[in-house]
């Protein structure tokens, strides 16, 4: 009896919630703030479509398994929150669905964040059909995370994130210091759309716990999600915990890999990784115990080193929480690598990660090279890893002998559009049939474009002329992004900055004569948010420059810029830019990445400051200015500097800087500032087949990581040798240099 009144009493309950369950239809924040004053079960919130500008969205309260309290767009993707915006849940069984957060920044360091403040957290929550658009902090170097996940079993799941080109984590599974419980978050069909290189730590688009509590486990799953040229940093995912789960997901032209960072017990199974050759492409990097690799497909990755397709890396006796567990007991089976570049085992291998790989098997994978190239490195002792039924098309000199069966492979693309050999040859080895890598437009939202960075390519636009006495200030300003701009033979005077703020070229009349271009501001050109600048064919002067220090032909604006820029500079002349001290042609800035600064075919003569002055934020700073500069074919008399570029700190999360210089001539350059052309923290660089004379030294200096540097085939005629330092590791400078020759200093 008693029974039976508790029920019909839970039914009455039940009843009476189901009609207090109501919608609201806001259309201000007064409004919502009126609305979610008390919200209860099944209750539901709906934003009037339209911009919501420096909206700060508060959404608390506690909703049931059944019937969870609702936020949505009254259409879906039909609500714009712009300007100083942002979202805190806090309580249990809600949902938030359909806002767009574009044009704007968080006020806060979180944009979308599941908790109120550090005590008042959401749990069993859902975000979904969001989309975070550009929405970053102005200066780059500023930091936030996207969307901080905090609490337990909580969703985010078929969202659009894109274009965060600040510093911060894009998603994040936060657990606090001292939070140590599971957290069952699973993260599922969202696109993670073009993220740029951020050129330093901190460019991660995903990251499961912090060091701090990574012996625990999160037991988070990470599936199905796409991940399309997130490029921010070493590490697409950083994994810091244990027992999660990364499955299904792919990853398309995205430089980094997948880190098992900290945290031992996780699960990376059938995820895809395409590299389409693109450089630092990697797959899965192995660190801490009992880690599981199985059936994951890669193909095309171009990556080496700590980016290999599979990396399996040296651990440090006793690791500090922060450094590098042991791998014990890793499993890596059933793995297709297919024309990936390398396969690190051992990596990292030095004095201070000295604890090999053990009771380790890496069994039934496939490895396919059409080259002929093994992949395989071992930078250490692999005693500890058992190979068994790996199969892999004959290469030359093999590093690894048992436990691999070599024969020939034909490989057919399959309709799920990856990579098998046909017939049997490859028995149980590789991925199985079934994988079904899940495909862009199953991921994010329907609603949403996904066309990525959208950047105009040089010369792809239209094409108009300026003479000489009329204006090019205007006509940089009338063109659009992609067009190119050709000046007529003569004198163009330029007398104020002119921004680029758009894919340029700028060519001159060749070979109708020669177009000469001066200017009477500190700046020629001033690269703003979104600029490339192409110039070809020019001869620049900068003798109607003022007479005061730090001018520059070319700019980069002092104020941070997002979107990464690049320069080149082809088949131009430069000359008298000496008229004052450190009068540089480039002048790149810290607060913006140059993605590359390219300078083919020029001359450059009398130049007081550096032809390409790049040295980053400081000594102490990670930071640096330009990922990538290449010069060849030219020529430098009388300059201060061929190049100064540096990247400071120790961070190791980079690819760059990559320099190369070849096949140029550096005359009497140099001597003011000590160096003809200064590298600092430079990660690749090779200068070959170039003439120095009368200049002062090439020097290098290399602080973390394993910079390669290649001095080949130049001659030094009364120039120093390259001078060469390094700042931490110990022994002989790694540098290579070959066949160069010198002619005595008088
Ligand atoms: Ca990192």
């Known amino acids: 009896m008693r029974y039976v009144i508790l029920i019909i ?100 360091d979180e944009v979308i964040a599941f908790r109120r403040d550090s005590r008042r957290t959401a749990s069993h929550s859902r975000v979904t059909q969001v989309v975070i658009d550009r929405f970053n902090q102005p200066d780059r170097r500023t930091e936030d995370i996207w969307v901080a996940i905090y609490g337990q079993d909580n969703r985010v799941d078929h969202s659009h994130f894109e274009g965060k080109s600040n510093a911060g984590v894009t998603l994040a599974v936060i ?11 699973r993260i599922d069909h969202n ?99 009992r ?35 042991q791998v014990v007991g890793a499993v890596i089976q059933g793995n297709s690598v297919i024309d990936s570049r390398r396969i690190t085992l051992a990596a990292g291998a030095d004095e201070e990660r000295s604890a090999p790989p053990v009771d380790t098997r890496f069994e039934r994978n496939l490895i396919f090279n059409e080259s002929g190239d093994d992949p395989f490195r071992a930078e250490g002792d692999i005693g500890g890893i058992t190979f068994a039924g790996n199969v892999q098309n004959p290469v030359r000199q093999p ?18 559009g990856l990579l098998y050999p046909t017939g049997a040859a490859a028995g149980a080895a590789g991925v199985p049939r079934s994988l079904q890598p899940i495909r862009r437009e199953q991921t994010g939202v329907a609603w949403y474009p996904k066309n990525g ?78 600029g490339r600048l192409h110039l070809t064919g020019l001869t620049v002067s900068g003798d109607r420059a003022p007479r005061a220090p ?33 009068f540089d042609v480039v002048a790149t800035s810290p607060s913006a990445l140059a993605d590359s600064i390219d300078i083919k075919g020029s001359r450059f003569e009398r130049v007081s400051g550096a032809v390409v002055d790049a040295r980053g934020a400081g000594e102490d700073s990670p930071l640096y200015s330009a990922e990538q500069v290449r010069i060849s074919r030219s020529e430098f008399r009388e300059v201060g500097a061929v190049v100064d570029l540096r990247r ?49 030294p090439i020097e290098v200096t290399h602080s973390v990581g394993t910079p390669q540097t290649l001095v080949a085939g130049n001659l030094f005629a009364r120039t120093p040798p390259v001078v060469l330092r390094e700042l931490y590791a110990p022994g002989p400078p790694r540098a290579v240099l070959r066949g160069n020759r010198t002619e005595a200093v008088q």
């Not at 730090?550 to 008298?576: H, K, Q």
């Open 291 to 325: 880690q599981t690799v199985r059936h994951n497909y890669m193909e095309g990755l171009a990556g080496t080193g700590f980016a290999s397709a599979i990396t399996v890396m040296n651990g440090v006796p006793d690791s500090p929480i922060n450094r590098y567990h």
């Open 453 to 530: 960075t959208g950047t105009a390519a040089f010369g792809s636009g239209a094409r108009t002329e300026v003479t000489a006495g009329a204006s090019l200030a205007r006509a940089v300003a009338m063109a659009s992004s992609g067009d190119t701009i050709r000046l007529g033979p003569g004198a163009h005077f330029v007398d104020a900055p002119l921004a680029i703020g758009k894919t340029l070229t700028i060519t001159g009349p060749a070979p109708q004569g020669e177009a000469i271009l001066r200017f009477g501001g500190r700046t020629l050109f001033e690269i703003a948010e979104g």
């Open 550 to 582: 730090g001018n520059a032909v070319i700019r980069a604006a002092a104020r941070p810029m997002l979107a990464n820029y690049a320069i080149v500079i082809e088949d131009s002349r430069f000359g008298e830019l000496d008229g004052s001290p450190d």
């Open 399 to 416: 590093l690894l002998q048992d436990g691999f069966q070599r024969r020939e492979l034909d490989l057919a693309r399959a309709a799920n």
């Open 9 to 108: 009493a839970a039914l009455a309950a039940l009843r009476t919630d189901e009609a207090r369950a109501e919608r609201f239809l806001v259309r201000d924040q007064a409004q919502f703030r009126e609305a979610t004053e008390t919200l209860s079960p099944g209750d539901e919130v709906v934003l009037a479509n339209g911009e919501w500008r420096d909206f700060q969205v508060l959404f608390e309260g506690r909703g049931l398994a059944d019937r969870p309290i609702t936020l949505r767009a009254e259409t879906p993707g039909g609500v714009v929150l712009t300007g100083q915006s942002n979202l805190r849940l806090s309580g249990e069984y809600l949902l938030v669905s359909g806002l767009v957060f574009r044009d704007g920044h968080s006020p806060t």
């Open 175 to 185: 657990r606090p210091r001292g939070n140590s419980q599971p957290n069952r978050h």
């Open 648 to 696: 400071g700190g120790r961070d190791e999360s980079t690819f760059g800087p990559i320099f190369s210089l070849t096949d140029s001539v550096v005359v009497e350059s140099g001597r003011l500032r000590g160096a003809s052309v200064r590298l600092s923290g430079v990660q690749v660089a090779s200068i070959e087949r170039n003439r120095f004379v009368d200049s002062a």
């Open 191 to 289: 696109y993670f759309g073009p993220r740029p290189n951020l050129g330093s730590n901190g460019g991660e688009t995903v990251r499961i716990g912090t060091s701090e509590e990574s012996l625990s486990d999160s037991n988070s799953i990470i599936e199905s999600n796409f991940f399309d040229r997130c490029d921010g940093e070493v590490e697409i995912v950083s994994n810091k915990s244990g027992g999660n789960i990364f499955r299904g997901n792919v990853f398309h032209e995205s430089r980094g890999a997948l880190v098992l960072r900290h945290g031992s017990g996780n699960l990376v199974e059938g995820n895809v990784f395409f590299g389409n050759g693109k450089a630092h492409t990697g797959g899965i990097r192995v660190i801490n115990p």
